[in-house]
């Protein structure tokens, strides 16, 4: 096809909605403005911010750090398969050609309603590390103990 997918949320925090801060529609749209794209090189990691504002006038800050993994080729041969025809039998060529190996995004999320870029950057920054260093932390137990962190507040007390 085009190579646009689809994104889908795979785990969110809190897994409910709270009451007074519900869980953005649609974030998985807005983290890939140019769409969900397999690519054929690693990119290197991005960081963003942008403000979203609900039906009340709040301000969301929302902070996005994007990644690229490298597709299993299993995923890869079902999801684009040769010419969309079934596969015949065929004399294999002396040397096999290797598929092309692609990369998907992959975003870690953080909305707030406070504006502190540097504190999102820093906190994503530090998910993303022990995701891609494969540490036995409980990606559960990290975000308990980034949300449990008491952040000061300009010119106010913490």
């Not at 309603?113 to 022990?130: K, P, W």
Request: overall charge negative.
């Amino acid at each position: 096809g085009s190579g646009d997918g689809q994104g889908q949320i795979l785990q969110r925090f809190p897994e409910k909605d709270w009451e007074d801060n519900p869980f953005p529609q649609g974030i998985e749209l807005f983290c890939q403005p140019s769409g969900w794209q397999l690519f054929p090189e690693m990119n290197p990691p991005s960081f963003f911010v942008a403000v979203l504002t609900d039906i009340n006038s709040e301000r969301h800050y929302c902070a996005c750090f994007t990644f690229w993994e490298p597709l299993d080729p299993t995923t890869q041969a079902q999801s684009h398969p040769r010419n969309g025809e079934e596969e015949e039998e065929e004399e294999e060529p002396s040397s096999p050609v290797q598929p092309t190996q692609l990369f998907a995004p992959k975003s870690l999320v953080l909305v707030s309603r406070l504006d502190h870029a540097e504190v999102f950057r820093n906190s994503l920054g530090l998910i993303y590390t022990i995701y891609v260093d494969g540490m036995s932390v409980p990606l559960e137990s990290v975000v308990g103990n980034l949300l449990t962190c008491t952040i000061p507040i300009t010119g106010g007390a913490q």
